[in-house]
């Protein structure tokens, strides 16, 4: 990849690339790079860059950093180009044929593919060798002797066919046991009453319970109400409309409540004091002083007294 172009300050320049190296050949001014849209590096005449280990260059976009024109010449390669004391390009020729030896400084990492191995043959091996174990081997014992000392890895299975009729074992850990069948139990003289010291919840089951028999339950049984007292209570109801900006509710001695509704139609809320009334709300009051309020002239305001 090539950039040979004259940028302006802020102007930028943007091209699709490959290789590991960035070379910036030419410029009056440092220049700004975003590589691959995500590496940002700035430039001076004849710097270098490298991309990370394993990343090459697939997009470079150039910005100058100079206040006058700026002569740009960018190039991108695999290999590092070196350059001489007095700033110019070395151009190698004559470079040696292989298979001659040569000394090569490495840049990043380096790939050999070998086509295929030379045969070895080895005639006189020792009889014992010393081997130096690298991870785990797998051995295999055809001729195992009678007594082998063993150091166990993970569970065994064990068969025991003529075992003999008392043992002692001492046990480690804890040990599955399954009983088949229970004995069983008969106690003859169990104890009436006996204390127990209770641990935890009981779950108790009843499976039956005694039938009960009630021989003289009386039959159904009337009752006879003959004082009750009347009720007291009577309703009184009315609307007040709202005439000049004011309404008022008559004082009644004998009220036991008044309930208050402010009419669905009415056009703004009626004002008790400073409580509002919203058209439809409704209030309770235990008084038997006379209401008075305010509102919208031709408003509502129902009510209900209860003596």
């Known amino acids: 990849m090539i950039i040979q172009q004259t940028l302006n300050k802020g102007e930028i320049a943007q091209q699709s690339g490959d290789g590991k190296f960035i070379y910036l050949r030419e410029a009056n001014a440092p220049v700004e790079l975003l590589i691959n849209n995500r590496i940002r590096q700035t430039l001076r005449l004849r710097e270098t860059m490298e991309m990370p280990q394993g990343q090459t260059v697939t997009s470079v ?63 006189n091996f020792p009889s014992i060798q010393s081997v130096a174990q690298s991870g785990a081997w797998e051995v295999a014992v055809i001729n195992l002797p009678n007594v082998q000392k063993v150091s166990q890895s993970g569970a065994w299975t064990m068969e025991v066919s003529n075992f003999p009729s008392v043992q002692n074992v001492a046990p480690s850990g804890e040990w599955p046991v399954t009983i088949s069948q229970l004995l069983n139990v008969s106690v003859d003289n169990f104890p009436s009453v006996y204390a127990s010291s209770q641990s935890g919840a009981w779950s108790v089951e009843v499976t039956a319970l005694p039938s009960v028999t009630i021989d003289n339950f009386p039959a159904l049984q009337q009752v006879e109400i003959t004082n009750l007292p009347a009720a007291n209570d009577s309703l009184s109801t009315g609307v007040v409309e709202v005439t000049a900006g004011a309404g008022s509710i008559t004082a009644n001695a004998g009220r036991d409540v ?36 305010t509102g919208t002239d031709l408003d509502k305001l129902y009510f209900i007294e209860v003596a």
């Open 61 to 123: 976009r150039v910005e100058s950093l100079g206040t006058e024109p700026n002569p740009i010449v960018l190039e991108s390669s695999e290999a590092l180009i070196h350059q001489a004391n007095d700033g110019q390009l070395m151009e190698v020729t004559n470079f040696p044929a292989f298979p001659q030896v040569q000394n090569v400084a490495q840049h990043g990492d380096w790939s050999m593919k070998i086509d295929q191995m030379p045969s070895v043959a080895i005639n």
């Open 258 to 293: 008044i309930k208050l509704k402010a009419a669905t139609t009415n056009t703004a809320a009626i004002l008790l004091g400073d409580w509002p009334l919203e058209a439809g709300e409704t209030l309770e009051l235990e008084t038997v002083a006379a209401i008075n309020f």
